[in-house]
């Protein structure tokens, strides 16, 4: 009530001079859940996508980036000799969209998600792979960096560094593990619809009463250099810019 806009990401928050409510949008996290068994027990590190290979797919370049990353990955050729398997969960526009469940469902295969989009704003793509407990691979976009755990896993839009933080997760299932329990837990925290930081947040923007917890309070960690290296990245690669969507993101 007190200012006309709030921050859906970090890097909204920071542009802004942080004097807005930070507001991110949330997840069912009963829904979205991790598997019973811990991740990477297979043979072969399940990838997952979702999205649209038609409504602004050029945004998140799939099949510009990601599959060449996958395959410089080791997902192609013989499948018993394939290191990874990319599973994406592709539709060609709303009429052919799946149902919650079903994306549920999905992701509790998969271990990595991976996002290289050019822009997103609070993606509801990425809190719900986080939620599952996907451990997240992406570009510096929207409210990514909040949910990449690891500076290796903050990619450019380069197949070869996609690729590359790809297959640090397929030689380290340790690690994987651990991260993927620890994305869980910034999901529950932060996005789930029923988490009591949620709740303080929403109730002090709506009374006007107090301020709303900034977002590290109620991420619970403070991404370190998350913005700098954002910035870095994006300079560096030059992704395609489609409309200056990734001057607004």
């Given at each position: ?18 004097g ?41 370049l ?12 080791g ?9 990874v ?20 469902e ?24 986080a ?57 529950e ?23 709303p917890?900034?977002?590290y ?15 870095v ?17």
């Amino acid at each position: 009530p007190r200012v006309p806009y709030h921050a859906t990401n970090l890097y909204q928050w920071e542009l802004l001079g942080r004097g807005v409510p930070y507001l991110p949008g949330g997840v069912n996290a009963d829904l979205f859940h991790p598997p019973a068994q811990p991740r990477g027990r297979g043979a072969r590190l399940v990838v997952g996508w979702t999205g649209s290979l038609h409504y602004n797919a050029p945004l998140k370049l799939f099949l510009d980036r990601l599959v060449p990353a996958a395959r410089l990955a080791g997902c192609g050729g013989r499948i018993e000799n394939s290191r990874v398997h990319l599973r994406p969960l592709a539709v060609w526009d709303a009429l052919d969209a799946r149902p919650r469940e079903h994306v549920a469902e999905y992701l509790r295969d998969v271990d990595v998600y991976v996002c290289t989009s050019v822009s997103e704003g609070c993606s509801t793509s990425l809190r719900e792979a986080a939620a599952a407990g996907c451990v997240i691979v992406s570009t510096p976009c929207g409210n990514a960096p909040e949910l990449v755990l690891d500076d290796r896993l903050l990619v450019d839009w380069t197949p070869e560094s996609i690729s590359n933080a790809i297959l640090w997760l397929e030689q380290d299932r340790d690690r994987l593990r651990d991260l993927s329990s620890q994305t869980r837990a910034v999901a529950e925290r932060t996005f789930a619809w029923s988490a009591p930081v949620r709740s303080q947040a929403w109730q002090a923007w709506l009374t006007g009463e107090g301020s709303p917890p900034s977002p590290y309070e109620q991420l619970g960690y403070t991404p370190h250099g998350f913005l700098e290296r954002s910035r870095v990245l994006r300079e560096a690669s030059r992704p395609p810019l489609v409309r200056g969507d990734m001057d607004a993101s």
